[in-house]
């Protein structure tokens, strides 16, 4: 699996985890089922990881959300938030630029079409404030 269908994967894992409250192994499962994914164990680790951080992750998201709290951003782009915010503190093997344009490029794929501009407005002052704009 390349990079990308593995960030695909842990969206879906994590978006299905949203959506009904059960723990990422029984999600997996279910995602198995429902859209016959082909099961990555990293991807299946990375959303584990994520879901032990949604509490952190969500405090990054709304201290970066100016117009909507957290509780009123749509679960599709709180999930895509959450991987890419994710990704930019705990994965230093992917580039923080990286991070930030595949948020936008699964917000295109996910999202309504003007989310992207959010996703990318919350990410991009993000990293600002990181101090990692160039990487």
Same mark, same amino acid.
């Given at each position: 699996?390349?990079?990308?269908?593995?960030?695909?994967?842990?969206?879906?894992?994590?978006?299905?985890?949203?959506?009904?409250?059960?723990?990422?192994?029984?999600?997996?499962?279910? *995602?198995?089922?429902?859209?016959?994914?082909?099961?990555?164990? /990293? =991807? @299946?680790?990375?959303? +584990? $990881?994520? &879901? #032990? !951080?949604?509490?952190?992750?969500?405090?990054?998201?709304?201290?970066?959300?100016?117009?909507?709290?957290?509780?009123?951003?749509?679960?599709?782009?709180?999930?895509?938030?959450?991987?890419?915010?994710?990704?930019?503190?705990? *994965?230093?093997?992917?580039?923080?630029?990286?991070?930030?344009? /595949? =948020? @936008?490029?699964?917000? +295109? $794929?996910? &999202? #309504? !079409?003007?989310?992207?501009?959010?996703?990318?407005?919350?990410?991009?002052?993000?990293?600002?404030?990181?101090?990692?704009?160039?990487?």
């Amino acid at each position: 699996m390349t990079r990308r269908e593995i960030r695909e994967e842990v969206f879906l894992l994590i978006f299905q985890n949203e959506l009904s409250g059960i723990d990422i192994d029984e999600t997996t499962e279910a *995602c198995e089922e429902a859209f016959e994914m082909e099961k990555s164990s /990293e =991807a @299946v680790v990375t959303a +584990k $990881k994520i &879901a #032990e !951080k949604y509490g952190e992750l969500d405090e990054i998201i709304g201290k970066y959300s100016e117009k909507r709290e957290v509780s009123r951003i749509s679960k599709v782009n709180k999930t895509i938030l959450r991987l890419a915010v994710y990704e930019i503190l705990y *994965c230093p093997n992917i580039p923080t630029k990286v991070a930030a344009n /595949e =948020a @936008v490029e699964l917000s +295109k $794929k996910y &999202a #309504e !079409k003007q989310d992207s501009a959010f996703i990318n407005g919350v990410i991009g002052s993000f990293i600002k404030d990181l101090g990692n704009d160039c990487e």
